[in-house]
């Protein structure tokens, strides 16, 4: 039961006695010696912390009818993305250039940790945040391909339940591809709402903290508690209220010129299903225009490679430099080059794009797209072909979720069904602005709906050779 349990679920299990902190943690410990030597999801264990959870005596006669609401999540095993502070454990962001050990927890980390959360350990991401492959990780759906990125570690160890929920970040929609890679949800919250203090950042106007869970009603729940003005970041906000009332009709929009030529067959394919689902659920669709991919491109890339620049900037242009892997340096370094008055322009252009599309989404519940164009690709893959038409794999990958970090608004991607070979497909919900909780409520009534929403169990771990213990801290 556990080897499927969602976080909501295994909670309701420790409140009503049928399931003991000991016994989560020893489950928790086994996945993690299990699937870690297959799927490399982890830079860093913290084995003490499981341990000393082994060790407390709060069994059903402690626990049971007991409910805390101040630490809901008490014992509940979280992981965390390696560009996250954690108290005590390095920090790399993925990378040989950087290593600190953290002074105080990052402020989502403080706020899961306040809910009882007990941080298992911290999960790799491609270097800096920047691209979606995440190697050495692999998809344990099939570990001959890649589990997207940046925040790949984060859904691989969610997947294989190393961890019950973690923290990703998303600035091109690095939530979004490894949860739909990997078969869970994956939540990015609308720019500002989560705190992103002591998070190492790659765009400071596109970065957003997320999560990706088992359900998206684990996702409203650490929403909960990661939600919240921070005077600490500068980028925090108070959530204005821009709907104060819902559309007259029940209306999805679909950007059909924005992707179909493109998706491959099979990813179009349970879209339809997923549109057919939402229909049986009293949803009418729409069909609406976006700006060419072109055009999101270059607006993205030029607000965030100067800012990937200035905070990266001692690194590119100092003695670490070569410690950065493969053309990373190379991919960063235009950054350099990009005149303020083009900065500048993109800033005005984006703000205007915002207030469109504000205004756009008054008269839609939301945007419903498929998250990838492709399922994930092989490793080693440099492109993939879509309808004759070769794109390199982060274009590939990237190019249905940049939009709603653009314009900052919510976005989710759920499981919506399986390609031929068994890779997990996702579906892709944006809302309007700062309406995060109605966001969630339709893509966690469209997971109840969806006869693919519950995924067959992961491939048997049973190739494992090595323990691989050296991760844990001792």
């Given at each position: 039961m556990l080897d499927s349990a969602t976080m909501r679920q295994t909670i309701s299990m420790l409140q009503t006695g049928q399931l003991s902190t000991a016994e989560l943690a020893k489950h928790t410990e086994r996945q993690i010696r299990d699937w870690e030597p297959l799927v490399a999801a982890f830079v860093h264990l913290d084995g003490p912390a499981l341990r000393a959870?082994?060790?407390?005596?709060?069994?059903?006669?402690?626990?049971?009818?007991?409910?805390?609401?101040?630490?809901?999540?008490?014992?509940?095993?979280?992981?965390?993305?390696?560009?996250?502070?954690?108290?005590?454990?390095?920090?790399?962001?993925?990378?040989?250039?950087?290593?600190?050990?953290?002074?105080?927890?990052?402020?989502?980390?403080?706020?899961?940790?306040?809910?009882?959360?007990?941080?298992?350990?911290?999960?790799?991401?491609?270097?800096?945040?920047?691209?979606?492959?995440?190697?050495?990780?692999?998809?344990?759906?099939?570990?001959?391909?890649?589990?997207?990125?940046?925040?790949?570690?984060?859904?691989?160890?969610?997947?294989?339940?190393?961890?019950?929920?973690?923290?990703?970040?998303?600035?091109?929609?690095?939530?979004?591809?490894?949860?739909?890679?990997?078969?869970?949800?994956?939540?990015?919250?609308?720019?500002?709402?989560?705190?992103?203090?002591?998070?190492?950042?790659?765009?400071?106007?596109?970065?957003?903290?997320?999560?990706?869970?088992?359900?998206?009603?684990?996702?409203?729940?650490?929403?909960?508690?990661?939600?919240?003005?921070?005077?600490?970041?500068?980028?925090?906000?108070?959530?204005?209220?821009?709907?104060?009332?819902?559309?007259?009709?029940r209306r999805l929009g679909i950007p059909w010129s924005y992707f179909e030529q493109l998706a491959s067959a099979e990813v179009l394919r349970a879209f339809r299903k997923a549109v057919a689902v939402l229909e049986s659920l009293g949803f009418a669709t729409v069909d609406i225009a976006l700006p060419t991919w072109d055009e999101w491109k270059a607006l993205q890339m030029t607000i965030r490679l100067p800012e990937a620049y200035q905070y990266h900037q001692r690194v590119l242009e100092g003695p670490r430099r070569s410690l950065l892997k493969g053309d990373l340096a190379a991919r960063l370094d235009p950054g350099k080059h990009i005149r303020a008055l083009d900065y500048v322009a993109a800033q005005k252009q984006r703000s205007n794009w915002i207030r469109q599309w504000t205004a756009n989404m008054q008269q839609l519940d939301a945007l419903i797209l498929p998250t990838l164009?492709?399922?994930?690709?092989?490793?080693?893959?440099?492109?993939?072909?879509?309808?004759?038409?070769?794109?390199?794999?982060?274009?590939?990958?990237?190019?249905?979720?940049?939009?709603?970090?653009?314009?900052?608004?919510?976005?989710?991607?759920?499981?919506?069904?399986?390609?031929?070979?068994?890779?997990?497909?996702?579906?892709?919900?944006?809302?309007?602005?700062?309406?995060?909780d109605y966001l969630l409520e339709l893509a966690h009534n469209f997971a109840a709906a969806n006869p693919d929403w519950t995924a067959p169990p992961l491939p048997a771990s049973t190739q494992v050779t090595d323990r691989n213990a050296s991760k844990f801290s001792k």
């Open positions: 959870l082994q060790e407390q005596d709060d069994g059903p006669d402690k626990v049971a009818n007991s409910p805390n609401e101040q630490q809901p999540f008490r014992s509940i095993p979280v992981s965390v993305k390696d560009i996250f502070d954690v108290l005590g454990m390095p920090t790399t962001g993925g990378s040989d250039a950087y290593r600190w050990i953290a002074e105080e927890d990052a402020q989502s980390v403080a706020n899961l940790r306040a809910a009882g959360a007990t941080i298992v350990g911290k999960t790799n991401t491609e270097e800096l945040a920047y691209g979606v492959v995440t190697a050495p990780t692999k998809n344990p759906w099939n570990l001959q391909h890649i589990p997207g990125g940046s925040s790949g570690g984060s859904a691989v160890a969610v997947a294989t339940g190393m961890s019950l929920a973690a923290l990703g970040s998303d600035t091109g929609g690095s939530v979004r591809i490894p949860a739909a890679c990997c078969g869970v949800v994956g939540f990015k919250p609308s720019v500002g709402v989560v705190s992103k203090y002591g998070v190492m950042p790659l765009s400071t106007t596109l970065d957003h903290v997320g999560v990706l869970t088992r359900s998206v009603a684990d996702a409203k729940d650490l929403f909960e508690r990661l939600r919240g003005f921070d005077p600490k970041d500068s980028a925090s906000v108070v959530a204005p209220v821009l709907r104060t009332g819902r559309p007259a009709k164009l492709v399922t994930a690709p092989r490793i080693g893959e440099e492109a993939v072909i879509l309808r004759e038409m070769a794109l390199p794999v982060w274009e590939a990958l990237v190019y249905l979720t940049v939009p709603a970090n653009v314009l900052g608004f919510p976005a989710v991607s759920v499981p919506c069904g399986f390609d031929s070979v068994g890779l997990p497909i996702g579906l892709q919900f944006v809302g309007f602005p700062y309406d995060d």
